[in-house]
């Protein structure tokens, strides 16, 4: 713990008095927070290390640089961007700068009466505004317009007799664009657009030039094609990078050991684009380990072929992964690479990175060996076909490889799952939506995927590779990523404990924190009415898993150290980390150069903001399908469960589907409800009618937007839990909202 110096009765520096003196910083500015603890010299450090802690859990928010708030909260003077109208036609804005996981704040742009606030505004300009905060979100006054905004809209151009416009894909915009002939770019209507915002209105409405044409919406990959240019991933190699794809050849064995005589499986999704893991297990003939089991892991040696500084190795960072799409895949590396060369197919020769682990008979790993070899896999399995072949029926093409490799792998797993459940980590129950497109490419189905126990077989087995991986370069010393995974901030803990207090479910919030304390609440509620939605709530009450050249652990894991080794195909951290043992264990060519080390940090925070950003574009590229399956179902009705409470509706996923989307707090009634944060719950002022998280409901499909990805649902009449609730409902954070008209 640092200790300013200021004198005998300064404050410590710690978690707590940096947080007192960011509430008092209306700036949030480092150096005023810095002035008002009394920090000086050495204990900079300290405080610029105990801000990156908060900003990282979550407790608080980088607005810039050197600037810190509360999440949700904005400096008191913030740049911002004028981005629509709301229904009252009042302009609204964003800060030029958000870098939250959630969405930004609603702003109401006030404007200024200082002649240097500048005429009228319009969308993609920037103001200098002072804002204050208001019981849904903040006021801004203008002081000083600065311009016109680089930021592009993406959107659809639609053509009509009367104008031509811009529809943005964005939900949260309200506002179209007009768009002149001159400025079209050579747009055809309903074609999938990039735009600049533009100066000025014109029939009411703001302008926007035409950059970038992408193509017609009418296309099957549509979909697919919004997230993608919508979250700025980026789908053409170079051409530098293709060459150097097409110029390689197939790694020689020489110098590597020799793992073809050994029957090494891949089994993968169905769906599965490429094959960069593969396993096998027997047992140890070791009579010092007794009912031992020897497991290898082998994985694409991806290194051999994307060497440090080379242009393949370019834009594999700059990538950071693959992101994976209902119709599609943008991959990390060129196809030449992730689909032949690097791909663990069968009855070919491929040049691997394999960790070699021993276990006894309770599952503990006793040691382990890194090797770079050469294998031959012996069959690519589905989990499904693995599944059968557990289960004592394997299909007829997998008898062979049941006996020599299937067999021995289930009896492996045994005993590591049985180490793993003593370990006890986080264990959620999250069913994955897989959504298929037909050959027409529109959404044949949507389903949620079965949980085989093939799919846990190997995810053990990957994260038994990992954790060697880790072991070994710590051993020898060599700097790495670690995935760190920090256990729940204390605001999420204490927002846990309140809403399981509500449902009758005791959580001790000052006790220590472990992933079994979680799984007791899980079995807790796993046979009342919240079970579903427990899973969901536990879910979010967890930090991000992020990748970092400091290790402070994996807490949904239980481990103490934990490294992404076993997909260098498709994450460019698991590349790095294959270089680091490469040249840790003096593997031969291809290791982690000096200069890598010293960006280690850089290259954690940039490739855990692509992770972020693949996810993002994959979730909303599944709800844009989702919607455009649901459009021919507007107006039915469907069973649904809450899974979000907010002042302005109820979130509620379907049953059968798991589409989700909002019923608007307008349509619950003629009254006012009271948000009650902690119990998760919308309570009518008159009725007392209660809507809680987990709750199931009646609803019907007002409107599916499939260009937003956006579902509006309505309550069917008759069907709203009505309970009454038990005396007046105790809020202390509770709001009261105002049904809008």
Not at 116 to 123: F, R
Not at 158 to 181: G, H, N, Q, W, Y
Not at 304 to 333: C, I, Q, W
Not at 614 to 637: H, I, L, P, Q
Request: charged share 30%; aromatic share 6%; proline share 5%.
């Amino acid at each position: 713990m640092a200790r300013n110096r200021q004198g005998d009765d300064s404050k410590p520096l710690t978690r707590e008095s940096v947080l007192e003196a960011l509430a008092k910083q209306p700036q949030g500015a480092k150096r005023d927070i810095a002035r008002a603890l009394g920090v000086k010299g050495n204990d900079r450090i300290a405080l610029k290390r105990i801000l990156k802690e908060l900003a990282d859990d979550g407790t608080i928010a980088r607005t810039g640089k050197r600037t810190y708030s509360r999440p949700g909260q904005l400096p008191e003077v913030s740049v911002l961007e004028i981005t629509g109208q709301d229904p009252d036609g009042e302009l609204l804005a964003r800060p030029a700068r958000w870098e939250g996981d959630e969405a930004p704040p609603t702003i109401i742009v006030i404007p200024g009466k200082d002649p240097e606030a500048g005429g009228a505004l319009g969308v993609g300009e920037r103001i200098l505004a002072r804002l204050s905060e208001t019981r849904d979100g903040y006021e801004a006054r203008v002081i000083k317009k600065l311009g016109a905004s680089v930021h592009r809209v993406l959107g659809v151009y639609r053509v009509s007799a009367r104008d031509c416009r811009l529809a943005p894909i964005d939900r949260k915009s309200r506002t179209e664009f007009i768009v002149d002939t001159s400025d079209n770019g050579g747009a055809a209507n309903n074609e999938l657009v990039l735009a600049e915002p533009l100066a000025g209105r014109a029939s009411g409405l703001p302008r926007a030039r035409i950059v970038e044409r992408l193509g017609s919406m009418n296309a099957p990959r549509a979909i697919s094609l919004i997230a993608i240019h919508a979250h700025g991933i980026p789908t053409e190699f170079p051409k530098a990078a293709l060459d150097e794809a097409e110029r390689a050849e197939a790694a020689a064995h020489k110098g590597r050991s020799d793992l073809r005589n050994i029957p090494l499986v891949t089994i993968d999704p169905e769906d599965a684009r490429d094959h960069d893991d593969a396993v096998w297990a027997g047992p140890d003939d070791d009579p010092g380990n007794k009912d031992g089991h020897v497991v290898i892991v082998a994985i694409a040696d991806v290194a051999h072929y994307v060497t440090t500084g080379s242009e393949l190795d370019r834009e594999a960072r700059k990538r950071g992964n693959s992101a994976y799409f209902p119709d599609r895949v943008v991959p990390m590396l060129p196809e030449r690479l992730s689909a032949d060369l690097c791909s663990l197919v069968d009855n070919a020769d491929r040049p691997c990175l394999a960790v070699r682990m021993y276990f006894d008979r309770n599952g503990n790993k006793k040691r382990h060996e890194f090797m770079r070899a050469t294998m031959r896999s012996a069959a690519t399995l589905t989990y499904r076909e693995a599944q059968r072949a557990f289960d004592g029926s394997p299909d007829a093409a997998h008898r062979d490889i049941h006996k020599t490799a299937l067999a021995p792998l289930w009896n492996a797993y045994q005993v590591l799952a049985a180490a793993r459940d003593k370990r006890d980590p986080l264990a959620l129950d999250l069913p994955e939506r897989r959504v298929v497109i037909g050959e027409d490419g529109k959404v044949s189905s949507i389903s949620f995927r079965d949980r085989l126990e093939s799919m846990r077989v190997i995810e053990e087995l990957m994260i038994q590779a990992n954790v060697a991986a880790a072991e070994s370069l710590e051993k020898a010393r060599m700097p790495l990523l670690y995935r760190i995974h920090e256990q729940p901030s204390q605001e999420k803990l204490f927002a846990f404990s309140d809403y399981l207090r509500t449902i009758g479910i005791s959580f001790a919030k000052g006790q220590v924190m472990k992933p079994g304390v979680f799984n007791r609440v899980l079995a807790q509620a796993k046979t009342g009415a919240h079970a579903e939605i427990m899973n969901d709530v536990v879910l979010r009450t967890q930090a991000q898993a992020v990748y970092s050249a400091d290790n402070i652990g994996h807490f949904g894991l239980n481990l103490s150290r934990y490294a992404h080794f076993t997909s260098p195909i498709r994450r460019y951290a698991d590349l790095v980390v294959h270089r680091a043992l490469i040249r840790a264990l003096r593997l031969g060519d291809g290791g982690l150069t000096d200069a890598e080390v010293a960006s280690l940090s850089e290259t954690a925070e940039h490739i855990s903001q692509c992770e972020r950003r693949a996810m993002a574009a994959e979730r909303d590229s599944t709800e844009r399908y989702v919607a455009a399956f649901m459009k021919e179902r507007e107006g039915a009705t469907f069973e649904a469960r809450i899974t979000g409470v907010t002042r302005f509706g109820l979130f509620v996923r379907l049953k059968d589907t798991g589409a989700e989307g909002l019923i608007p707090l307008r349509t619950l009634g003629q009254e006012y409800f009271q948000h009650d944060e902690k119990r998760h719950a919308l309570i009518g002022d008159r009725s007392r009618t209660t809507y809680s998280l987990g709750d199931m409901l009646t609803v019907r499909l007002v409107e599916a937007a499939p260009l937003t990805g956006g579902l509006r649902f309505e309550l069917t009449e008759h069907n709203a839990p009505v309970r009454a609730a038990k005396g007046p409902p105790r809020f202390q954070t509770a709001r009261k909202v105002r049904k809008k008209r």
